[in-house]
């Protein structure tokens, strides 16, 4: 039974050498996910910090602008005239049930 002794023992050593290179390679895998989450973390926080910018430069003054230029429509308005619905004609809604189809 000497030879199946080696055998026994080289399929051992073999299983030793793959369950430690699983482990080095969980090892990187863990090391390669924690790297990618940190990048994302920092992508994320950049995103922010240049979307606050974005709108604090554009977006902010054109809204004020746009407040300032409706409150100057809504001003002129008072002097403009305002135009009067025209009046309902007599018996158009007798015509107009004539016409109806229901």
């Not at 863990?30 to 992508?43: C, V, Y």
């Given at each position: ?29 863990s ?28 977006v ?18 008072v ?24």
């Amino acid at each position: 039974m000497a030879g199946g002794d080696c055998v026994i023992d080289s399929d051992v050593t073999n299983l030793k050498a793959m369950s430690a290179d699983a482990a080095r390679t969980a090892s990187i895998a863990s090391a390669q996910a924690q790297r990618a989450e940190h990048l994302l973390n920092d992508l994320t926080v950049r995103v922010n910090d240049t979307v606050a910018a974005v709108e604090a430069t554009i977006v902010t003054p054109v809204r004020e602008a746009y407040a300032m230029v409706q409150g100057l429509f809504g001003a002129l308005s008072v002097f403009r005239p305002v135009a009067q619905a025209p009046a309902p004609r007599a018996g158009t809604t007798e015509e107009e049930d004539s016409l109806f189809i229901g």
